[in-house]
């Protein structure tokens, strides 16, 4: 699976737009980018994914630049709920028994009143 | 609420015991993924299970072994524990489709400290 860099720490301010920044320039051209996020040690949960096209659902969008080498998460609003550790990973689409996941060190942002 | 459940969700222990780690995966799901993370160690995978059948393995160690049964539960086995064992261990599972993507979900993990 290809590497990717992301920052070590973010802060944003509550109600402002977090922009969270990965690098993956060894992606290959059918590995997805993926984002999960960790709030204090709770079960990291799903964020969004993405092949090149940028995505958007009800918790963030995510940015893929046209050569896919890097991307971004966009919190639109981030609240104070949104403080975690963010983790970006590519990987390929399923084997025909699904395929485990390698998290990097992960962003961890913190959301301040 | 991811649909994973894991029992228990705290265990404390001493050297040289073996424990087990129980994981129910969301209904329907057929992969089983095990991760463990450590303060210096991050998030680690460990092994997959896929209708019963072990397919992936990772950084797991000889002490440690897993299985997946008919209905689909997992068990984590974690033997002659050392003080580094300590750690959060969580269960995953997906659908897994193949040539499609698929999210994994977490349960909430269990806490296992070794004095």
């Known amino acids: 699976d290809a590497k990717t860099t992301q920052p070590t720490s973010m802060d944003c301010a509550e109600g402002r737009a977090a922009n969270l920044p990965c690098n993956h320039s060894?992606?290959?051209?059918?590995?997805?980018v993926y984002w999960y996020r960790q709030i204090h040690s709770q079960g990291p949960q799903y964020i969004i994914h993405?092949?090149?096209n940028n995505e958007t659902n009800e918790m963030a969008s995510l940015i893929i630049t046209e050569d896919r080498k890097s991307s971004t998460l966009i919190l639109p609003h981030a609240t104070l709920r949104d403080t975690a550790v963010y983790y970006c990973?590519?990987?390929?689409?399923?084997?025909?028994?699904?395929?485990?996941?390698?998290f990097g060190g992960g962003t961890r942002l913190m959301v301040k009143p | 609420d991811s649909g994973v459940t894991q029992t228990p969700k705290h265990l404390i222990t001493a050297t040289g015991q073996r424990v087990t780690l129980r994981c129910s995966p969301r209904s329907g799901d057929l992969s089983v993924y095990w991760y463990q993370q450590s303060l210096d160690q991050g998030l680690q995978f460990l092994i997959q299970y896929y209708n019963g059948e072990e397919r992936a393995k990772g950084n797991i160690l000889e002490r440690f072994s897993a299985q997946q049964f008919p209905d689909l539960h997992s068990e984590l086995n974690l033997s002659s524990l050392e003080l580094g064992d300590s750690a959060l261990y969580f269960c995953?599972?997906?659908?897994?489709?193949?040539?499609?993507?698929?999210?994994?979900?977490f349960g909430p993990g269990t806490r296992l400290t070794v004095l």
């Open positions: 995953a599972s997906s659908v897994a489709s193949r040539g499609r993507i698929s999210e994994q979900f």
């Open positions: 060894t992606i290959s051209g059918n590995e997805y």
């Open positions: 990973i590519v990987r390929p689409p399923d084997n025909n028994a699904g395929n485990m996941l390698t």
């Open positions: 993405g092949l090149k």
